[in-house]
């Protein structure tokens, strides 16, 4: 299931990454952020991956871009957009040890909503920044105990080895991010493009749960 998890677990288990099936209403998705930090330049393309550590209940033990839900602190009166970006820069300070002095080089890049039918939901803004020059990323070694920078192409081969955990969402915008030679071309296709929000669909068939994207057959 996602925003987090994937494959088809069967309806009436526990996902690994903590989420669950809500067979009932739909639970209000909470605003979150989360920053796709980029380096490489104009040649080439990498990003940071942080690894979550495996007690927590929500998605423990996965790979994931820097990120977490909007706060009190966040919002502080101002307009969505800036509590969006106050965040993504917090939980980036928090997980990465990233700081930035500008929002305003957070370039928005996708929406994910997560699905209907799964109890733990957010409403998920991702941005696009460039590694800030003269710092180097490092976990707190408690919400945070690894972290690796990653082509997109190397991060999902280490999943498909088992080597790392990914879930949907991740894969999923690692997959977008495969398709450009470098930080630069990416960024350049981001900016001033609208951001159109997608939220995934599950569909239970027999007992079992799959993922399904706008677009898809049977969405």
Same mark, same amino acid.
């Given at each position: 299931m996602s925003e987090g998890g994937e494959g088809q677990p069967r309806a009436d288990a526990r996902?690994?990454?903590?989420?669950?099936?809500?067979?009932? %209403? #739909?639970?209000?998705?909470?605003?979150?952020? =989360?920053?796709?930090? *980029?380096?490489g330049?104009?040649?080439?393309?990498?990003?940071?991956?942080?690894?979550?550590?495996?007690?927590?209940?929500?998605?423990g033990g996965v790979w994931v871009f820097p990120g977490?839900?909007?706060?009190?602190?966040?919002?502080?009166?101002?307009?969505?957009?800036?509590?969006l970006r106050t965040a993504a820069a917090r939980e980036l300070r928090e997980e990465a040890a990233i700081t930035l002095t500008d929002t305003a080089g957070l370039v928005e890049f996708s929406r994910w909503?997560? %699905? #209907?039918?799964?109890?733990?939901?957010?409403? =998920?803004?991702?941005? *696009?920044?460039?590694?800030?020059?003269?710092?180097?990323?490092?976990?707190?070694?408690e919400e945070c105990v690894d972290l690796g920078w990653f082509t997109p192409r190397a991060a999902l081969d280490a999943h498909a080895?088992?080597?790392?955990?990914?879930?949907?969402?991740?894969?999923k915008h690692l997959e977008q991010l495969d398709g450009f030679a470098s930080a630069?071309?990416?960024l350049t296709h981001a900016r001033g493009r609208r951001v159109q929000p997608v939220e995934?669909?599950?569909?239970?068939?027999?007992?079992?749960?799959?993922v399904l994207l706008p677009g898809d057959p049977g969405y």
């Open positions: 996902p690994g990454s903590g989420e669950e099936y809500n067979p009932g %209403p #739909a639970t209000r998705p909470r605003q979150a952020a =989360t920053v796709i930090v *980029l380096r330049g104009d040649q080439a393309l990498e990003v940071l991956l942080v690894r979550r550590t495996p007690k927590a209940r929500f998605m977490g839900a909007v706060d009190d602190s966040d919002i502080a009166g101002g307009t969505q957009s800036q509590a909503i997560t %699905p #209907a039918q799964v109890r733990t939901r957010f409403d =998920t803004h991702f941005f *696009l920044v460039e590694m800030p020059d003269g710092q180097q990323p490092r976990v707190d070694g080895a088992e080597d790392i955990v990914l879930v949907f969402p991740t894969i630069e071309a990416l995934p669909r599950v569909v239970l068939e027999g007992g079992v749960a799959s």
